[in-house]
T-cell receptor, first 108, second 114 residues
Framework: AQRVTQPEKLLSVFKGAPVELKCNYS??????LFWYVQYSRQRLQLLLR??SRESIKGFTADLNKGETSFHLKKPFAQEEDSAMYYC??????????FGTGTLLAVQP | DSGVTQTPKHLITATGQRVTLRCSPR?????VYWYQQSLDQGLQFLIQ???????AKGNILERFSAQQFPDLHSELNLSSLELGDSALYFC?????????????FGQGTRLTVV
């Protein structure tokens, strides 16, 4: 079964501190993994996908198949990073499954 | 603006009633997804369509149904509504229904059942 787990509902850090939003997945095949972000009063939007292997707004995420993880990282948090972050997985069934989300609060 | 339009934005209705939520995908997108977001549940995948055909089903109740029309817009029908159906319902669309295709989300419809 496809499953995405984001163990932290809330992550609070100070501006300039490193950030790591955890995401673990359960899937027997080769998944496509994504991070979506929802800023206050805005729609969910794609932040990055593992296939791109790029850095967006300073965020990176590496797929670790051994640990079945796709953690989102940023070395220095900014106040404008405060948002809800969702990890998502698409498997062979084509379902796009989301985790429960982590609210990142960056304190000044 | 993602190009995905959901109507209505807000809906208040009584228990036992039936409502229809509408989604217009981005121009050119063939795939439509429906999600339910309630407190502590995150985004629960309900159902997915591609070019008019049902592609994948999630935890969708039997009281709920959906369809995608020839013009590619989609409707989610919720019947025999219960208080617990109160939630934010999101629609998303994408060009394809597989791989690393990005999904574009609408603003959601907030349903309140009283």
């Amino acid at each position: 079964a496809q499953r995405v787990t984001q163990p932290e509902k809330l992550l609070s850090v100070f501006k300039g501190a490193p950030v790591e939003l955890k995401c673990n997945y359960s899937y027997s095949g080769s998944p496509e993994l994504f991070w979506y972000v929802q800023y206050s009063r805005q729609r969910l939007q794609l932040l990055l996908r593992h296939i791109s292997r790029e850095s967006i707004k300073g965020f990176t995420a590496d797929l670790n198949k051994g640990e079945t993880s796709f953690h989102l990282k940023k070395p220095f948090a900014q106040e404008e990073d405060s948002a809800m972050y969702y990890c998502a997985l698409r498997g062979a069934t084509n379902k796009l499954i989301f985790g429960t989300g982590t609210l990142l609060a960056v304190q000044p | 603006d993602s190009g995905v339009t959901q109507t209505p934005k807000h809906l208040i209705t009584a228990t036992g009633q039936r409502v229809t939520l509408r989604c217009s995908p981005r121009s050119g997108d063939l795939s439509v997804y429906w999600y339910q977001q309630s407190l502590d549940q995150g985004l629960q995948f309900l159902i997915q369509y591609y070019n008019g055909e049902e592609r994948a089903k999630g935890n969708i109740l039997e009281r709920f149904s959906a369809q995608q029309f020839p013009d590619l817009h989609s409707e989610l029908n919720l019947s025999s509504l219960e208080l617990g159906d109160s939630a934010l319902y999101f629609c998303a669309s994408s060009v394809l229904d597989r791989g690393h295709t990005e999904a574009f989300f609408g603003q959601g419809t907030r349903l309140t059942v009283v």
